[in-house]
């Protein structure tokens, strides 16, 4: 995420504690929180995908995805 978007974000924050925002500042706020949101589950799940076990015997496990029940 770019960071004048973040600062965006920071500056749409401290807008609304001090004097309040408007509606269309709310909806701004709101689709750059979800796009936030998104960038933060997208790398999480990337780096979670780049995990793999070392065995006791030397060997390497990668971590698979387990179905729900």
């Known amino acids: 995420m770019e960071d004048k978007k973040l600062a965006r974000i920071n500056e749409l924050y401290k807008k609304s504690r001090n004097e309040?925002?408007?509606e269309a500042e709310k909806s701004e706020q709101a689709d750059l929180r979800s796009e936030?949101?998104?960038a933060i589950r997208k790398?999480?799940?990337?780096?979670l995908n780049q995990i793999s076990l070392l065995n006791p015997d030397g060997s390497v496990t990668e971590l698979t995805k387990k179905d729900k029940q």
């Open 20 to 22: 309040g925002l408007t």
């Open 36 to 38: 936030y949101i998104g």
């Open 43 to 47: 790398n999480l799940r990337g780096t």
